[in-house]
Nanobody, 122 residues
Framework: QVQLVESGGGLVQAGGSLRLSCAASGRTFGRSAMAWFRQAPGEEREFIAAINWNSVTYYAESVEGRFTISRDNAKNTVYLQMDSLKPEDTALYYC????????????????WGQGTQVTVSS
C-alpha cells in the first residue's frame, strides 16, 4: 500500500527557515511528478511547488524565491526548503505524488500525505 509521510514542520519566527520532508513507501516515484500544497483553516488547498521526473520545478508566486523543492530518487523522498518564512505561510503542508497533468491542480495527484503543521510567528 502506498504511503506518504511528511515531517519537519514546527514553530518558527518570521524570517526563519524549515525543511520539510516527504518519504514515500509502497512504490517508487522517480519517474513521476511530486508536489507540495498547503491549507490554512477555512481556506482551500493551495499549490506551493512541484517537481517532475526530470527535475523541472514549478512554484507559486507567493513562495518563489523563498522556497525550494527538490527530490532524492534513491530515497524516494521529496523536500521543501522554506526560507524567509512569513506569518502568512502558516498552514498544514501536504505532499502529493504521482502527478499526471497540470502541476498546480490537486486533481493531478493520486497520493497524499497526512500533512505537517508549519506555524510562523511574527
Amino acid at each position: 500500500q502506498v504511503q506518504l509521510v511528511e515531517s519537519g514542520g514546527g514553530l518558527v519566527q518570521a524570517g526563519g527557515s524549515l525543511r520539510l520532508s516527504c518519504a514515500a513507501s509502497g512504490r517508487t516515484f522517480g519517474r513521476s511528478a511530486m508536489a507540495w500544497f498547503r491549507q490554512a483553516p477555512g481556506e482551500e488547498r493551495e499549490f506551493i511547488a512541484a517537481i517532475n521526473w526530470n527535475s523541472v520545478t514549478y512554484y507559486a508566486e507567493s513562495v518563489e524565491g523563498r522556497f525550494t523543492i527538490s527530490r532524492d530518487n534513491a530515497k524516494n523522498t521529496v523536500y521543501l526548503q522554506m526560507d524567509s518564512l512569513k506569518p502568512e505561510d502558516t498552514a498544514l503542508y501536504y505532499c502529493a505524488a504521482d502527478g499526471k497533468g497540470r502541476p498546480f491542480n490537486t486533481l493531478t495527484y493520486d497520493y497524499w500525505g497526512q500533512g505537517t503543521q508549519v506555524t510562523v510567528s511574527s
